[in-house]
């Protein structure tokens, strides 16, 4: 099993490798092979899934090989998945495969497209395997050229401005994180008299827990190292005021470049500040916990007031995105079960909820020609399909009770609710005020979808149509995912709670 996750990590690698060798022209060659090779990865996933033992907290499939070793510094090709990581490896591999079958309307430039796509895939699985903080940042960054091309090549009008502020932003942000991660082992080896030093986050985790030299590891230090994981992520996530890169590379990008942004590359950021941030410095998480679950606040109304304002469907649903990341802020900051599950509920739960979303918007353009909500109206009279499904995400969004975002949203304002007094003085105070941002999202959701489906339709959309066949595989596919998480929530709270129960035990939850 372990030397599976070594093959879904690279197999779209491979398969990007032989794209290389078929010749532009062969155009359904090459969407047929990206199809397949990320079809395969899904499949591996699916069984990785189906072997996953549920009551293990701890890393399972463990691989560690050597890699560099210049004796006072090891770096290991160490991968494993636990609770965390397995949900958003298949969230991965299913929101790519259906991303791909969003993107076979595109016609410029076709195998560069897969090729890229391929290679994103690649470095996002790597991520949420790497248990070495050297290949997590390998991996981390391998994600940023392919979505800077990406956006850059295939987005809109202001693509390149778009590109090169995605690139900017997280890159500073991978910046500050490797330094960070430099500290990190710099001070862990210093606690130890380098002897037996790594980049493994299991091994630093004891480390720091356990020091061998106070002096070294010293509450001060812990918390710079801590707020620069804080800051790395936030940008990622991402969290006010680092958002910004965010709506733009939205608004520009192709509908499935839209889907895996939203759906994978952001949940990144949650994922790498409760693995290095939690997993690393679990008491200094907790004593800036006020401080998070502040910056979940304001994410949350922030970007809902943003989306209020919005103009351009797109965008409204990118600053949904940042609202929604706020949730996840309010989850990991109650340093409770329920609110951590959340959290990571909330994680997964957006991924499908956002990629639909995003692709009912680029569909609704490709008929239209115009993401401007006052150019809309009426469209459910010709394309009744299209305009259910973009109802059915945006209740999704909203948190419709039998719908994922439902259960993730109750389970992080139960678990900032429940947050001890000692870690979040103001913890009701802010949940009320969070829970302000939920009536925000459905205000500006149902006057979107009011102003665009609904009403008296422009003669110039009356024969519009309908869904084609190859729309309903990622209509239907995320639909179903989001209803099934909302309908039996078990199947993935099964998954994740060891993993949850053992993370708030380490952070005196």
């Known amino acids: 099993m372990a030397n599976m996750l070594i093959w879904l990590v690279f197999l779209p690698l491979i398969g990007a490798i032989l794209l290389f060798t078929i010749p532009k022209e062969n ?138 502020k995605f690139l900017l932003y997280t890159g500073i942000g991978s910046g500050i994180m490797f330094m960070t991660f430099l500290a990190i082992f710099t001070k862990g080896a210093e606690a130890m008299n380098f002897q037996g030093t790594s980049f493994s986050m299991i091994r630093l985790a004891e480390i720091f827990a356990n020091p061998a030299n106070p002096e070294v590891l010293s509450e001060g230090v812990k918390a710079a190292l801590f707020l620069g994981l804080l800051v790395a992520f936030a940008i990622k996530l991402p969290v006010f005021p680092f958002h910004t890169w965010l709506p733009n590379a939205h608004v520009e990008a192709p509908t499935a470049v839209s889907m895996i942004l939203a759906g994978i590359l952001l949940k990144m950021g949650g994922y790498g500040l409760i693995r290095a941030g939690f997993g690393i410095l679990p008491d200094q998480a907790a004593k800036f916990a006020t401080l998070i679950a502040i910056l979940g606040l304001i994410n949350i109304i922030y970007g809902a007031l943003l989306a209020l304002v919005q103009t351009d469907l797109k965008a409204l649903v990118a600053y949904s995105s940042i609202s929604h990341m706020g949730i996840v802020l309010l989850g990991i900051a109650s340093f409770t079960h329920s609110g951590m599950q959340g959290a990571v509920f909330q994680l997964v739960s957006h991924g499908f909820i956002s990629a639909l979303l995003f692709f009912m918007v680029g569909a609704m353009y490709e008929r239209t020609k115009t993401r401007t909500i006052s150019e809309m109206g009426g469209l459910s009279k010709s394309v009744p399909i299209l305009a259910g499904f973009m109802l059915a995400a945006a209740m999704a969004s909203i948190g419709l009770p039998g719908l994922s975002g439902f259960v993730s ?12 007094a000692d870690l979040i003085p103001a913890a009701m105070t802010i949940g009320i005020i969070a829970g302000i941002g939920i009536i925000l999202t459905a205000a500006y959701l149902l006057w979107a979808m009011q102003r665009t489906t609904f009403g008296p339709i422009k003669e110039k959309f009356m024969n519009l149509p309908d869904a084609r066949p190859m729309e309903y595989v990622p209509m239907v596919g995320l639909l179903a995912l989001s209803l099934i998480l909302g309908v039996y929530p078990h199947i993935l709270s099964d998954v994740i709670n060891t993993t949850v129960i053992d993370i708030v035990s380490r952070i005196g939850g």
């Open 27 to 164: 155009v359904n060659v090459i969407r047929s092979l990206a199809t397949i090779v990320s079809g395969m990865a899904l499949i591996l996933t699916v069984i990785i899934w189906g072997g996953f033992d549920r009551g293990v907290s701890g890393i399972q499939n463990g691989t560690t090989l050597p890699w560099f070793d210049l004796g006072f510094l090891q770096i290991n090709f160490e991968i494993g998945i636990d609770g965390l990581s397995m949900p958003l490896l298949l969230l991965t591999t299913l929101v790519t495969t259906l991303s791909i079958f969003a993107s076979f309307s595109i016609e410029k430039r076709v195998k560069e497209f897969y090729i890229w796509t391929l290679i994103l895939l690649s470095g996002m699985l790597g991520v949420f395997v790497a248990l070495d903080m050297f290949l997590f940042f390998l991996f981390f960054e391998l994600t940023l050229v392919p979505m800077f091309f990406l956006i850059g090549i295939w987005g809109g009008k202001m693509r390149s401005y778009a590109s090169f």
């Open 409 to 420: 949203e109750l389970l992080a304002f139960i678990g900032i609710f429940g947050a001890s």
